[in-house]
């Protein structure tokens, strides 16, 4: 079987067991009249309770860009990294253009001086309050706020960004976020599983498993948040599972401290 | 002259501790960022990395007409 294939079957494998989650990925938006800014799964903008009709790719693509970006960018940056194969007299040109066939609500977003560019302080980006729960839960010494440890959370720590967009400025900052959020993850399922939470670590675990399939760390989170809740056999399962699979693919087992966490591995 | 295609590899690679292969190179691939996506591959070993590398590479030299399936 093709590596694509083996890697599909065990996926979906995985999103039988997952796939009550992914129905909570994205949450309402607020309800107040904010400006909301998605860019996990794919890009939507909001106003309020509405959610606007597809944007033109120019407009989203900055859009995307301003809400990537934490503070205010010169427009020197932005253009060149818009348009990174244009002249900068040609970039910088894209860039105003850009900036003026935007929509009059998208418009009120956007903070342009002839300086720099950035969104306004009360648009809401989900990628930004997700960043933040991922570094509180991976903060072992930090503050949790009292939702952190949540399916809510396991939600916001479930999707990538902008996954079918290749630009190199996307592409990193996906990358960034991919791993910083399999980390929390992972720690959300500790913190659960040390909580007897036992239900909500799976389901954090599973989210890690079925993004990244080899990943050990997720699989072994997996294992303890089932021997937690008394369930051997199913963190037996999962162990084959994750077995086959990785003789499947790389021909190897498990390592021994995957193996030492499934007492049945051990009996008589 | 450039042409207007442009391919992406991105390789996830970590290490597994422990493990008698421990290298964990996850490669995802296209010749063509317009068509998205076009195949991934999982490794364990350095020199299969460079195979990958070097065969995505001379399928972006070939074309998209040579592209195997």
Same mark, same amino acid.
């Given at each position: 079987m093709e590596s694509a294939s083996r890697d599909r079957v065990y996926r979906e494998s995985v999103v039988r067991d997952v796939k009550h989650i992914r129905s909570t990925t994205r949450g309402p938006p607020? =309800? =107040?009249d904010a400006l909301r800014v998605s860019v996990l799964g794919t890009f939507q903008f909001w106003v309020a309770d509405h959610l606007l009709p597809t944007l033109p790719g120019g407009s989203q693509r900055l859009l995307a860009f301003l809400a990537l970006r934490e503070r205010a960018v010169t427009r020197f940056a932005a253009a060149g990294t818009l348009w990174? @194969?244009?002249?900068e007299s040609h970039a910088s040109s894209s860039l105003r253009s850009a900036l003026s066939r935007l929509e009059s609500v998208t418009r009120h977003a956007v903070v342009a001086t002839s300086i720099d560019v950035s969104f306004a302080d009360d648009v809401v980006v989900d990628v930004r309050s997700s960043r933040a729960i991922a570094h509180r839960l991976i903060d072992r010494d930090g503050v949790l706020r009292p939702? @952190?440890? =949540?399916t809510d959370s396991i939600a916001a720590l479930s999707t990538d960004l902008l996954p079918d967009w290749y630009d190199d400025w996307v592409v990193i900052e996906s990358e960034d976020w991919r791993q910083l959020r399999l980390h929390a993850l992972e720690a959300l399922s500790s913190r659960l599983t040390d909580e007897r939470r036992p239900g909500e670590a799976i389901q954090a675990a599973l989210a890690v498993v079925s993004t990244e399939p080899l990943r050990e760390s997720g699989q072994a989170a997996l294992v303890r948040a089932h021997l937690a809740e008394g369930n051997q056999s199913e963190a037996l399962r999962v162990y084959r599972r994750y077995a086959t699979h990785l003789h499947h693919e790389l021909g190897i087992e498990p390592t021994k401290g995957l193996q030492s966490l499934v007492p049945s591995l051990h009996s008589p | 002259m450039a042409t207007e295609r442009t391919g992406l590899l991105i390789i996830r690679a970590w290490v597994e501790e422990? $493990? $008698?292969?421990?290298l964990r190179a996850q490669l995802s691939m296209t010749s063509d960022v317009s068509a998205g996506m076009e195949r991934t591959s999982v490794h364990s070993d350095v020199d299969d990395v460079g195979i990958e590398v070097e065969g995505w590479l001379r399928e972006i030299l070939r074309g998209p007409e040579l592209i195997a399936p």
């Open positions: 607020l =309800s =107040s990174p @194969d244009a002249t939702l @952190d440890l =949540s | 422990g $493990s $008698s292969a421990p």
